[in-house]
Nanobody, 125 residues
Framework: QVQLVESGGGLVQAGGSLRLSCAASGRTFSSYAMGWFRQAPGKEREFVAAISWSGGSVTYYADSVKGRFTISRDNAKNTVYLQMNSLKPEDTAVYYC?????????????????WGQGTQVTVSS
């Protein structure tokens, strides 16, 4: 069982930056692949970024955030991060972190069986 708690969301102007954090409970954090997803009002949840289990040697990004967002993990702190730069109004959403250990990494939400409560990110124009 893994519990995930996101933090770091807020209101930022377009072009600004935010860093989201997701703290995980438990002693087996490194055995989980981690992902970030987001859901805007009236839209379906969508994949943002993923990082592989263990050392996080593999990262993968949605095309919409590639080059602007960076996912990383610190296994000593049981935490995964999402650094978001050059934010755009269309990045406005609730951001969720998720964990799974059936695959080394995944972009598919149905493969993640643990989810945080979400943190709101609002980007003003």
């Amino acid at each position: 069982q893994v519990q995930l708690v996101e933090s770091g969301g807020g209101l930022v102007q377009a072009g600004g930056s935010l860093r989201l954090s997701c703290a995980a409970s438990g002693r087996t954090f490194s055995s989980y692949a981690m992902g970030w997803f987001r859901q805007a009002p009236g839209k379906e949840r969508e994949f943002v970024a993923a990082i592989s289990w263990s050392g996080g040697s593999v990262t993968y990004y949605a095309d919409s955030v590639k080059g602007r967002f960076t996912i990383s993990r610190d296994n000593a702190k049981n935490t995964v991060y999402l650094q978001m730069n050059s934010l755009k109004p269309e990045d406005t959403a609730v951001y969720y972190c998720a964990a799974e250990r059936r695959t080394p990494w995944s972009t598919r939400s149905y493969e993640y069986n643990y989810w945080g409560q979400g943190t709101q990110v609002t980007v003003s124009s």
